[in-house]
């Protein structure tokens, strides 16, 4: 159970008492804030797991050295 910092109070209680103050304007920007961190950090963690793969697997033995660095600094390698 995640808790909120030294009060030891379970970190979604803290959220749900949150969102009861805010006014109906305030939720729907919440909810649309909430959204977006969720999509945010799936695409994040599906970033670091494809760099991952490249990096770990034949994959990267095939490309050569800098092969993550090349695709994160300046996106896919060009055909030759």
């Known amino acids: 159970m995640t808790t909120a910092g030294r009060t030891g109070w379970p970190l979604a209680m803290l ?23 969720v999509t945010g950090l799936k695409s994040f963690l599906a ?13 990267n033995g095939r490309l050569g050295a800098g092969a993550v660095r090349q695709i994160v600094t300046c996106g896919p390698a060009r055909p030759s």
Not at 16 to 32: G, I, P
Request: charged content about 35%; glycine content about 8%; proline content about 0%.
């Open 15 to 37: 959220i749900r008492l949150y969102r009861a103050s805010l006014t109906t304007r305030e939720q729907r920007e919440f909810d649309r804030a909430e959204r977006t961190i």
């Open 47 to 59: 970033v670091g797991l494809a760099l991952k793969e490249i990096r770990g697997g034949s994959i």
